[in-house]
């Protein structure tokens, strides 16, 4: 599955952005989906996910009741909303993907910087 993350930007404190995943290659509606960011200087890190098998998602501590992750099968694109971002959201976003195991396929990700 190829995938390409879009949607970032240059935003401030306190505002929303939505990022998108576009899928394409294999049956997306089967995979997992995730989202990663890597701050500056950082490794990158997981942000959250959503399973393919329910549309349950789960989300790291750090962005939990700001951040939401969607996904719509039939347009094959996961998204991420986040809510009320602070400085420390600054980072690529990496969107991923899995059948099974690790978080085999990447996109390429993209730039959300967050200005105080």
């Known amino acids: 599955v190829q995938l390409q993350a879009s949607g970032g930007g240059l935003v401030q404190a306190g505002d929303s952005l939505r990022l998108s995943c576009s899928a394409s290659?294999?049956?997306?509606?089967?995979?997992?989906m995730a989202w990663f960011r890597q701050a500056p200087g950082k490794e990158r890190v997981f942000v959250g996910a959503?399973?393919?098998?329910?549309?349950?998602?789960y989300y790291v501590d750090s962005v939990k009741g700001r951040f939401t992750i969607s996904r719509d099968n039939a347009k094959n694109t996961v998204y991420l909303q986040m809510n009320s971002l602070k400085p420390e959201d600054t980072a690529v976003y990496y969107c991923?993907?899995?059948?099974?195991?690790?978080?085999?396929?990447w996109g390429q990700g993209t730039l959300v910087t967050v200005s105080s």
């Open positions: 991923a993907a899995k059948r099974t195991g690790s978080w085999g396929y």
């Open positions: 959503i399973r393919w098998s329910d549309g349950s998602t």
């Open positions: 290659g294999h049956t997306f509606s089967s995979y997992d």
